[in-house]
C-alpha cells in the first residue's frame, strides 16, 4: 500500500500548507449531519458520527457548530437533504480514482466533476472499484502504546493488520468488523485519533515526475470541491519525486 500511504502524505502536506478552514469545517459539519440522520444523534451508540465529531475536535471547530450539525441532522430547522453518492473515473497516466460526495444535488456534482475529469486528461464514469478494497481503519498516535502491545491487542480485538510507525498506528480491519475492533481498542487505549472505512488499492500505477504532477493537479481539485468528501487514487511514486513536488 506504498502509493496510498504516499498519497496521503502528500494530502497531509498540502493540508497544513493550504489551511483552508471554512471548507474543511463545512465538510465535516455535513459529516456529522448525515452521520445523524443515518444513525442516532449519540455518538456512544453511532461509530460513524463519534468519527466525525473526532475529526470536528482535530480542526478545532467550536462546539456550537458542531451542535448545529447534529440539530440539522435531526431536522431541527431548514436544512438540506444531502445524498452519498460515489463517483469514479481514469486520472492522467490511467490512475484509477474514486471520489465519495455528500450532495444536495446531484446533478451540479456530477457536471462539475466530469468537467475537472475531461479538462485533466481523465475519463469520467469508468469502473474502477475492483481495482481497491473496502476496509476499516482506525487509527492511534504513537504515545497510545508501543507496537508490540498495540498488535496484540488489535488482534484480540479481531482486526486483520496493523502497521505502527513513527507516525502512529494503523489497525486494518474488514468492514463489518470496524465497529467493534475500534470498541474494544478503546477499551483499552482510549478514544481514537480516527475510526472509518477507507478504499484501498489493491494495485498501483506507479508514477514518474510528469505523471505524479498531472494526477496530483486533478486530485487537487475534485479535493477542494464543496461536496467531496474523500478523494481516493492508485498510484505510486518515489519518495525522491514526493519531495519535489510538496517543496
Known amino acids: 500500500m506504498a502509493g496510498h500511504s504516499q498519497f496521503k502524505n502528500i494530502m497531509h502536506r498540502k493540508g497544513g500548507q493550504d489551511a483552508k478552514r471554512a471548507r474543511a469545517f463545512a465538510k465535516i459539519g455535513r459529516e456529522i449531519t448525515v452521520a445523524v440522520k443515518l444513525g442516532s444523534p449519540d455518538p456512544a451508540h453511532n461509530p460513524r458520527l463519534r468519527s466525525a465529531m473526532i475529526a470536528a475536535r482535530l480542526a478545532n471547530m467550536t462546539k456550537d457548530v458542531v451542535d448545529r ?15 452519498e453518492v460515489r463517483y469514479e473515473g481514469r486520472g492522467p497516466a490511467c490512475v484509477s480514482i474514486i471520489v465519495e460526495a455528500l450532495t444536495d444535488n446531484r446533478n451540479r456534482t456530477s457536471s462539475d466533476l466530469r468537467s475537472m475529469f475531461s479538462k485533466h486528461g481523465g475519463a469520467f464514469g469508468e469502473t474502477v472499484a475492483f481495482q481497491f478494497d473496502r476496509l476499516g481503519v482506525v487509527r492511534y498516535p504513537p504515545a497510545a502504546t508501543d507496537a508490540d502491545t498495540m498488535l496484540e491487542a488489535a488482534i484480540e480485538a479481531g482486526a ?11 489497525i486494518i480491519t474488514a468492514a463489518d468488523a470496524l465497529g467493534a475492533v475500534q470498541a474494544a481498542l478503546e ?15 489493491n494495485m498501483t500505477v506507479p508514477l514518474d515526475e510528469d505523471g505524479a504532477r498531472a494526477v496530483l493537479k486533478l486530485i487537487d481539485l475534485l479535493d477542494d470541491h464543496d461536496d467531496v468528501q474523500t478523494v481516493t487514487a492508485n498510484f505510486e511514486v518515489d519518495e525522491a ?6 517543496a
Not at 70 to 83: C, H, L, R, S
Not at 187 to 201: D, I, M, N, Q, V
Open 69 to 83: 450539525a447534529i440539530k440539522k441532522g435531526q431536522g431541527v430547522g431548514a436544512g438540506d437533504d444531502y445524498a
Open 160 to 170: 486483520d493488520d496493523v502497521a505502527s510507525s513513527d507516525a502512529g498506528h494503523e
Open 187 to 201: 477499551t483499552r487505549f482510549g478514544e481514537a485519533e480516527s475510526a472509518k472505512l477507507e478504499w484501498r488499492p
Open 241 to 246: 519525486v514526493l519531495e519535489k513536488l510538496s
